[in-house]
């Protein structure tokens, strides 16, 4: 692992991530690694595929809330807001998308417990967000024709600008 973000067109981010067994050293290494390349690229969530690793893995930071969470499923969902959201794997792109308002996911944590955690509004939405990159589902996925096309065109020159 190097520290870069993958970004669309590396094919890790359409594969469905692989469980974790456990959280063990080499996860919670893995949750601190995943939080400082999240903290330095300004994101608010990350997942462990965008990293390159096929990990049931995901960190979101948002207000006081700061989660380590491995094979997080969702339990409960209810209302909707439309909001746009950002990517690190999609850089300067953002998407319209349609979420639960409110969620209750369970998961394990750094330490290897399972737990339950009520989310709502922009927590709720980062943690649907890892959670979609665990299954290889990515904001592209929630646009229309024409913005798809957009964002395949403004994603051609970014990969262009990073292999020159």
Same mark, same amino acid.
């Given at each position: ?11 890790? #981010?359409?594969?469905? $991530? ?6 063990? =050293?080499?996860?919670?290494? !893995?949750? /601190?690694?995943? @939080? &400082? ?28 809330? #700061?989660?380590?969470? $491995? ?6 969902? =209810?209302?909707?807001?439309? !909001?746009? /959201?950002?990517? @690190? &794997? ?75």
């Amino acid at each position: 692992m190097d520290g870069r973000i993958c970004i669309f067109g590396d094919s890790i #981010l359409r594969k469905k $991530a692989k469980a974790i067994k456990s959280v063990g =050293e080499q996860e919670k290494k !893995l949750f /601190e690694d995943m @939080l &400082s390349i999240m903290r330095t690229a300004g994101g608010v969530g990350l997942a462990a595929p965008q990293i390159g690793l096929s990990k049931r893995m995901i960190v979101v930071e948002y207000g006081n809330a #700061l989660l380590m969470l $491995a094979n997080p499923k969702i339990l409960k969902k =209810e209302g909707f807001e439309l !909001l746009e /959201e950002g990517c @690190l &794997s999609f850089p300067e792109i953002s998407v319209r998308i349609k979420r639960f308002k409110n969620i209750v996911i369970e998961a394990l944590d750094k330490n290897n417990k399972k737990i339950k955690i009520e989310a709502d509004e922009i927590l709720s939405r980062a943690i649907q967000h890892e959670i979609d990159h665990l299954d290889g589902k990515l904001i592209i996925d929630y646009a229309n024709l024409v913005d798809k096309f957009r964002i395949r065109k403004r994603i051609k020159g970014i990969r262009a600008q990073r292999n020159s």
